[in-house]
């Protein structure tokens, strides 16, 4: 064989004894990062110390039923639903199968408040899981329990009455009547039949009986009206007389023509303010009033009243002692006098001394 055949033989047979060990040995599969191999050592995919999946919270939904007792649907009753992590409050009522349904809501514990008219209102909770459509249990509202409102509205007599009744248990230092005094501001008017009755109570009252004794016994003590003489008659007609003077004027006075020119016979305790201004009232009121419509104006009743209780002592005094028309204007001007002090007497110092006078503050209204 030629020298350079052989060594091409030579060389072939070499190429293929070096290259056949390595064909013949498996192949193994690059091992990229990440990639779990299957060698000692080898990590899978997020298989690095300390990673972890992330916790995932998906929203869901709340639904139910609102039935009453007996099971028939509630439509229109209001559904509130509120949840643990002061999310705002959502509300919707019922539709007409009873049905309710809140979706797109976060998970957490969850609270549903259900109300309609004429049921008591019923409460459901529980915890919404992640992803979940929860159906909660039926939700059965109770009839309420019956209430009755009852709002006693008493008529202006009705007031008027309760409010007299108040004023004639009215008694300075317990004893002496002050009925006519309202210590209510806003006191309802009087009717003519009320005016009439508190002019009564006034004139037969007992210690009305006993001033009018004590009034005629100085009289006697003085011999005024000497006419009339001494002795028991003496004293009975003095006692008449006074006695008469007072029922004329009262029942004239404070129930007659008040109830005529509707005008209120009392005197209204005012209480607030500067003294000055509680004295110019006092006084003001001897020949103003309240009428019946609340507006103040002229007392006619209390002049006018005077004035005829003046005439009518004419029929019963001795004749030497009857006033002529000049006298009795006098004296409804000494009247109107007495009626300013004794408003003053009212307003600063009579219902320290009054038991039974009401608490109201008069400055409120």
């Given at each position: 064989?030629?020298?350079?055949?052989?060594?091409?033989?030579?060389?072939?047979?070499?190429?293929?004894?070096?290259?056949?060990?390595?064909?013949?040995q498996?192949?193994?599969?690059?091992?990229?990062?990440?990639?779990?191999?299957?060698?000692p050592?080898?990590?899978?995919?997020g298989?690095?110390?300390?990673?972890?999946?992330p916790?995932?919270?998906?929203s869901?939904?709340?639904?139910?039923?609102?039935?009453d007792?007996?099971?028939?649907?509630?439509?229109?009753a209001?559904?509130?639903?509120?949840?643990?992590?002061?999310?705002?409050?959502?509300?919707?009522?019922?539709?007409?199968d009873?049905?309710?349904?809140?979706?797109?809501?976060?998970?957490?514990p969850?609270?549903?408040?259900?109300?309609?008219a004429?049921?008591?209102?019923?409460?459901?909770?529980?915890?919404?899981?992640?992803?979940?459509n929860?159906?909660?249990?039926?939700?059965?509202?109770?009839?309420?329990?019956?209430?009755?409102?009852v709002?006693?509205v008493?008529?202006?007599?009705?007031?008027?009455?309760?409010?007299?009744?108040?004023?004639?248990?009215?008694?300075?230092?317990?004893?002496?009547?002050?009925?006519?005094?309202?210590?209510?501001p806003?006191?309802?008017?009087l009717?003519?039949k009320?005016?009439?009755?508190?002019?009564?109570?006034?004139?037969?009252?007992?210690?009305?009986?006993?001033?009018?004794g004590?009034?005629?016994?100085?009289?006697?003590?003085?011999?005024?009206?000497?006419?009339?003489?001494?002795?028991?008659?003496?004293?009975?007609?003095?006692?008449?007389?006074?006695?008469?003077?007072?029922?004329?004027?009262?029942i004239?006075?404070?129930?007659?023509?008040?109830?005529?020119?509707?005008?209120?016979p009392?005197?209204?305790y005012?209480?607030?303010g500067?003294?000055?201004?509680?004295?110019?009232?006092?006084?003001?009121?001897?020949?103003?009033?309240?009428?019946?419509?609340?507006?103040?104006?002229?007392?006619?009743?209390?002049?006018?009243?005077?004035l005829?209780?003046?005439?009518?002592?004419?029929?019963?005094?001795?004749?030497?002692?009857?006033?002529?028309?000049i006298?009795?204007?006098?004296?409804a001007?000494i009247?109107?006098?007495?009626?300013?002090a004794?408003n003053?007497?009212?307003?600063?110092?009579?219902?320290k001394?009054?038991?039974?006078?009401?608490?109201?503050?008069?400055?409120?209204p």
């Amino acid at each position: 064989m030629p020298r350079y055949k052989a060594s091409v033989v030579w060389l072939i047979l070499g190429v293929l004894v070096c290259g056949l060990p390595a064909l013949a040995q498996p192949q193994q599969p690059p091992i990229l990062p990440g990639v779990k191999s299957g060698l000692p050592g080898a990590q899978g995919i997020g298989a690095s110390t300390g990673e972890q999946l992330p916790d995932l919270r998906l929203s869901g939904s709340i639904s139910g039923t609102v039935v009453d007792q007996t099971g028939a649907v509630i439509a229109g009753a209001r559904v509130t639903l509120s949840l643990e992590d002061q999310s705002p409050i959502q509300e919707l009522l019922s539709g007409d199968d009873g049905q309710f349904s809140f979706a797109d809501i976060a998970p957490g514990p969850f609270q549903l408040t259900i109300t309609s008219a004429g049921f008591a209102a019923q409460t459901s909770s529980g915890i919404l899981r992640s992803g979940e459509n929860c159906i909660v249990p039926q939700i059965a509202l109770a009839v309420a329990t019956a209430t009755t409102e009852v709002r006693v509205v008493l008529s202006l007599a009705e007031e008027a009455e309760a409010e007299i009744k108040a004023e004639e248990k009215q008694r300075v230092l317990g004893v002496i009547p002050n009925f006519y005094v309202s210590y209510v501001p806003n006191a309802a008017p009087l009717t003519p039949k009320q005016k009439f009755e508190l002019a009564w109570k006034a004139t037969v009252d007992p210690i009305t009986f006993g001033v009018t004794g004590v009034i005629a016994g100085v009289q006697q003590s003085q011999d005024v009206f000497h006419e009339y003489g001494q002795g028991a008659q003496g004293y009975a007609k003095r006692y008449g007389a006074s006695y008469g003077d007072l029922v004329a004027s009262t029942i004239i006075g404070s129930a007659v023509l008040p109830s005529l020119l509707k005008q209120d016979p009392r005197y209204f305790y005012k209480g607030s303010g500067s003294k000055r201004s509680r004295i110019l009232y006092a006084i003001a009121n001897s020949v103003i009033c309240k009428g019946d419509d609340g507006h103040w104006q002229a007392n006619y009743s209390s002049i006018l009243g005077s004035l005829a209780a003046g005439g009518i002592s004419n029929l019963y005094y001795p004749a030497k002692d009857r006033n002529d028309a000049i006298l009795t204007f006098e004296n409804a001007l000494i009247g109107i006098g007495e009626s300013a002090a004794v408003n003053v007497l009212q307003e600063f110092f009579m219902r320290k001394l009054t038991r039974n006078a009401p608490n109201q503050d008069p400055a409120k209204p």
